[in-house]
């Protein structure tokens, strides 16, 4: 593993049903973001965790969860999905709030 | 509420310059950032500025005035591969990432 790792890189859905989008990282970075990106709106914060065990909501948190248990690990869970969110996802993390993010090469997840 | 704003799309010629420019208004100003991502990938760092100025870096430049909530990105001596979109991006008060939509570059032979 060489920085952030995503999975997986697509999936097809259908709604109703639970999915779990893993991403672990190997930089030891404190910060670790999840973001979904739709055409013409930009990348958008679903959740954040600033270290581990803390979690927070962002923009647009309503029908996703997270957990984090130790440092590498951040999975976004999707507890029924719905056709709106189907997006594609990034996973990212930071050292601190001041710096570069590094991206996960993203999930694209079709609901149907 | 926060606010970031840039052209959607973008045309240039190959060997040319193009300026991508970012407008923004957050609620306090941690840096900002730009991205460049291509298609189908992720996002990839390319620069950051904290204080005002010009930042150089081989082809690419950025450029921040905090008074005015403006920054662009410079790209020189355009090459195919730049094709891409550039994405500006203001850390605020809460050390947040406030995201633009981005700006597609399209290079033209």
């Known amino acids: 593993i060489a920085g952030i790792t995503q999975a997986p890189t697509s999936q097809i859905l259908a709604a109703g049903r639970r999915m779990t989008l893993r991403c672990t990282q190997d930089?030891?970075?404190?910060?670790m973001y999840w973001y979904r990106q739709d055409l013409g709106l930009g990348l958008r914060l679903i959740h954040y965790?600033?270290?581990?065990?803390?979690?927070g909501k962002g923009e647009v948190p309503d029908g996703y969860s997270v957990s984090r248990a130790n440092t590498d690990d951040f999975p976004l869970t999707l507890a029924s999905a719905v056709p709106s969110q189907t997006s594609v996802y990034f996973c990212?993390?930071?050292?601190?709030?001041?710096?570069?993010?590094?991206f996960g090469s993203g999930t694209r997840l079709t609901v149907v | 509420g926060q606010n970031i704003d840039q052209p959607t799309e973008m045309t240039a010629t190959e060997g040319a310059i193009v300026q991508i420019n970012c407008t923004y208004q957050?609620?306090?100003?941690?840096?900002l950032f730009w991205y460049q991502q291509h298609a189908g990938e992720a996002p990839t760092f390319l620069s950051y500025?904290?204080l005002d100025g010009l930042e150089e870096k081989g082809r690419f430049s950025s450029f921040l005035s905090r008074s005015k909530g403006y920054s662009y990105l410079l790209l020189k001596e355009l090459q195919m591969k730049d094709s891409a979109s550039y994405l500006c991006?203001?850390?605020?008060?809460?050390?947040?990432?406030?995201w633009g939509a981005g700006t597609k570059l399209i290079i033209k032979p």
């Open positions: 990212a993390s930071s050292d601190s709030g001041n710096y570069g993010y590094t």
């Open positions: 930089m030891r970075h404190n910060a």
């Open positions: 965790s600033n270290t581990a065990g803390t979690t």
């Open positions: 957050t609620s306090g100003f941690n840096g």
């Open positions: 500025n904290v």
């Open positions: 991006a203001v850390t605020d008060s809460n050390y947040q990432l406030i």
